[in-house]
């Protein structure tokens, strides 16, 4: 689970990057818009007719669906201070009624994750990002 306050951090931002892989085990990563409902991440198209031509859908339709999905912004430069919720998970192509419209969207599950510069998370002494192993 995510806590509270990287959920709510998740939830203002627009943009993620998601990195597949295809057959030949070339990474692709490019921004995106997403959603999360809470378990999890969704992502489609800017225009659903053609998301069935990306080559994040055909890498994880190929059954490379080992995916890396990247929340992060700058709150602010002077002082630095980035923020990020980073996701290895497992993606699989599903109908889904979402941001974009009906259509075929990349479903995200969560497996493991890393926080970082979210106010209000729950770090150790001498940590500086927080991770967490999801089972779902």
Do not use: C
Not at 25 to 49: A, C, L, M, N
Not at 103 to 123: A, F, H, N, Q, V
Request: hydrophobic share 35%; glycine share 8%; proline share 4%.
């Amino acid at each position: 689970m995510f806590s509270k306050p990287e959920v709510d951090y998740m939830k203002s931002q627009r943009l993620a990057r998601i990195a597949t892989v295809n057959k030949k085990g070339q990474p692709d990563v490019v921004p995106v818009g997403f959603e999360f409902d809470g378990t999890y991440f969704w992502v489609g198209s800017h225009d659903q007719s053609i998301f069935h031509r990306t080559i994040k859908y055909h890498n994880v339709k190929n059954g490379h669906n080992l995916v890396s999905l990247v929340v992060d912004d700058l709150k602010s430069i002077s002082p630095w201070h980035p923020r990020s919720v980073k996701v290895y998970g497992v993606a699989d192509v599903m109908d889904h009624d979402g941001m974009f419209g009906k259509g075929k969207y990349l479903r995200i599950t969560p497996k493991i994750s890393w926080s970082m510069g979210i106010e209000g998370l729950d770090l150790k002494e001498n940590e500086w990002r927080l991770r967490t192993i999801h089972n779902s």
